[in-house]
């Protein structure tokens, strides 16, 4: 079962869609699907349905809806991705994470919920390691994440179990980023990097030309398994 429901924004002010998938019978957890720069696009409401039918309560917010509200574009149309590119140059991340415990609030004091997770890809993939930095979340994984190496500096705020997944061959994360990523996190405690030799920035996408089915699915079941056991 999907809907679309209006969660409150953290400050009040106003309220964002999200689209949430709920399983068949009471949820295990919750899971937060944050959206690459293409909206809440099938791929991600996908991502959802399919946390659905492993038991869990699967919401994605609208991280747009203050400038593109229900935007929704496909990274295989060429100006549809240039779209998705002006739309990240305007985009605030610390809006996201609000955003993602705006999120983390409304599914524990409306949904009875009370373990929350979250996956993230690309853009997602950033505030992932940003909502494991900034907020209580109980576990995050984020996927061919943006920008990470630019906050290294907040990793001793991380608390809760953080899992990356980073393609060796990301157009968009280079080497030296990734290596830094490495030289900052490999030791720590709460975070579990897997690398993915070869494979390029958008792999585990649900459809397209992007995606590499056995990249995908081995990255998928390190999530599954990563999530259940850290939300149980």
């Given at each position: 079962?999907?809907?679309?429901v209006?969660?409150?924004?953290?400050?009040?002010?106003a309220?964002?869609?999200?689209?949430?998938?709920?399983?068949?019978?009471t949820?295990?957890a919750?899971?937060?699907?944050?959206?690459?720069?293409f909206?809440?696009?099938?791929?991600?409401?996908?991502k959802?349905?399919k946390?659905a039918?492993?038991?869990?309560?699967a919401?994605?917010?609208?991280?747009?809806?203050?400038?593109?509200?229900?935007?929704?574009?496909?990274?295989d149309?060429?100006?549809?991705?240039?779209?998705?590119?002006?739309?990240?140059?305007?985009?605030?991340?610390?809006?996201?994470?609000?955003?993602?415990?705006?999120?983390?609030?409304?599914?524990?004091?409306?949904?009875?919920?009370t373990k929350?997770?979250?996956?993230?890809?690309?853009?997602?993939?950033?505030?992932a390691?940003?909502?494991?930095?900034?907020?209580?979340?109980?576990?995050?994984?984020?996927?061919?994440?943006v920008?990470?190496?630019?906050?290294?500096?907040?990793?001793?705020?991380?608390?809760?179990?953080?899992?990356?997944?980073?393609?060796?061959?990301?157009?968009?994360?280079?080497?030296?980023?990734?290596?830094?990523?490495h030289?900052?996190?490999?030791?720590?405690?709460?975070?579990?990097?897997?690398?993915?030799?070869?494979?390029?920035?958008?792999?585990?996408?649900?459809?397209?030309?992007?995606?590499?089915?056995?990249?995908?699915?081995?990255?998928?079941?390190?999530?599954?398994?990563?999530?259940?056991?850290?939300?149980?």
């Amino acid at each position: 079962m999907s809907e679309m429901v209006q969660v409150p924004a953290l400050d009040g002010s106003a309220t964002f869609p999200a689209y949430v998938a709920r399983p068949a019978g009471t949820p295990t957890a919750a899971i937060i699907v944050i959206p690459e720069i293409f909206g809440v696009n099938p791929g991600i409401r996908q991502k959802c349905d399919k946390w659905a039918e492993l038991g869990f309560l699967a919401v994605a917010p609208d991280v747009f809806w203050r400038f593109a509200p229900g935007v929704e574009l496909n990274p295989d149309v060429q100006a549809e991705l240039e779209e998705a590119f002006g739309y990240y140059q305007q985009y605030d991340p610390t809006d996201g994470v609000y955003d993602i415990e705006a999120t983390i609030k409304w599914l524990r004091a409306t949904q009875g919920i009370t373990k929350v997770g979250c996956a993230g890809y690309c853009l997602g993939g950033r505030l992932a390691y940003m909502a494991a930095a900034r907020t209580d979340i109980d576990a995050s994984v984020g996927y061919y994440g943006v920008a990470i190496e630019t906050m290294l500096d907040e990793a001793h705020a991380i608390a809760n179990p953080l899992m990356l997944h980073i393609p060796t061959g990301d157009h968009l994360v280079g080497p030296e980023a990734q290596a830094a990523i490495h030289g900052a996190l490999d030791a720590h405690p709460k975070v579990t990097l897997h690398d993915y030799v070869g494979l390029d920035h958008g792999f585990a996408a649900e459809m397209g030309n992007r995606r590499n089915e056995d990249g995908a699915q081995l990255a998928d079941g390190r999530t599954v398994a990563f999530l259940k056991a850290n939300l149980a």
